[in-house]
């Protein structure tokens, strides 16, 4: 059976944002419909743009995949494009029109699942009155975050896109010709 807590919006981020992600020493694999420049309250500043502290991060060899359904915003991308190691390889990127999953796993360690998209209103930090209304389980038990683990994997290998109604749509399939 697993151990699971039930967080809602303000949870959310502490738990998953403050006290997983930001802790990663390996990877950190995250599914989301949308991708913003998401921020996050750090000490001695009052906030930084999350791709800032995944640079730092990868410094010390933790890796990102993040799967996401559409371009991520554009301070996104202006954001990471002033991160040479994310965009060099740090940081993979997969868009799926489909995806529509909201997940994190941090070291094959914790994991979340839930509805908050990796937005500052969704996983970030804002305040309580505009934050999105959001409801999330995450634990630490193997056996729950192994099989999260291996769903994204399936997916971010392109088991899902050979069937794929949308393949020719796509505007990256996996295991393209």
Request: glycine share 8%; with cysteine; hydrophobic share 40%.
């Given at each position: 059976?697993f151990?699971l807590?039930?967080?809602?919006?303000?949870?959310?981020?502490?738990?998953?944002i403050?006290?997983?992600?930001?802790?990663?020493?390996?990877?950190?694999?995250?599914a989301t419909?949308n991708?913003?420049?998401?921020?996050?309250?750090m000490?001695g500043?009052?906030?930084?743009p999350i791709?800032?502290?995944?640079?730092e991060?990868?410094r010390?060899?933790?890796?990102?995949?993040?799967?996401?359904?559409?371009?991520?915003?554009?301070?996104?991308r202006?954001?990471?494009?002033?991160?040479?190691?994310?965009?060099?390889?740090?940081?993979?990127l997969?868009?799926?029109?489909?995806?529509h999953?909201?997940m994190?796993i941090?070291?094959g360690?914790?994991?979340?699942?839930?509805?908050a998209?990796?937005?500052?209103?969704?996983?970030g930090?804002k305040?309580?009155h505009?934050?999105n209304l959001?409801?999330?389980?995450?634990?630490?038990?193997p056996?729950?975050?192994?099989?999260?683990q291996s769903?994204?994997?399936?997916?971010?290998?392109?088991?899902?896109?050979t069937?794929?109604?949308?393949?020719?749509?796509c505007?990256?399939p996996?295991?393209a010709?």
């Open positions: 059976m151990q807590e039930l967080l809602d919006s303000g949870e959310l981020h502490t738990r998953v403050q006290e997983a992600v930001l802790m990663a020493e390996e990877y950190v694999w995250i419909a991708l913003k420049d998401m921020h996050v309250p000490p500043k009052r906030y930084r791709l800032e502290v995944f640079d991060l990868a010390k060899g933790v890796t990102f995949r993040i799967v996401h359904s559409d371009l991520p915003s554009r301070p996104f202006r954001t990471l494009e002033r991160f040479p190691r994310l965009t060099g390889g740090a940081l993979e997969q868009i799926c029109p489909r995806s999953w909201k994190v941090v070291d360690r914790q994991a979340y699942c839930g509805s998209n990796f937005t500052g209103a969704g996983l930090a305040g309580q505009r934050r959001e409801l999330g389980l995450f634990s630490s038990s056996e729950w975050v192994s099989k999260l769903l994204f994997d399936e997916f971010w290998m392109g088991s899902r896109c069937r794929c109604a949308y393949r020719k749509k505007p990256d996996i295991g010709d």
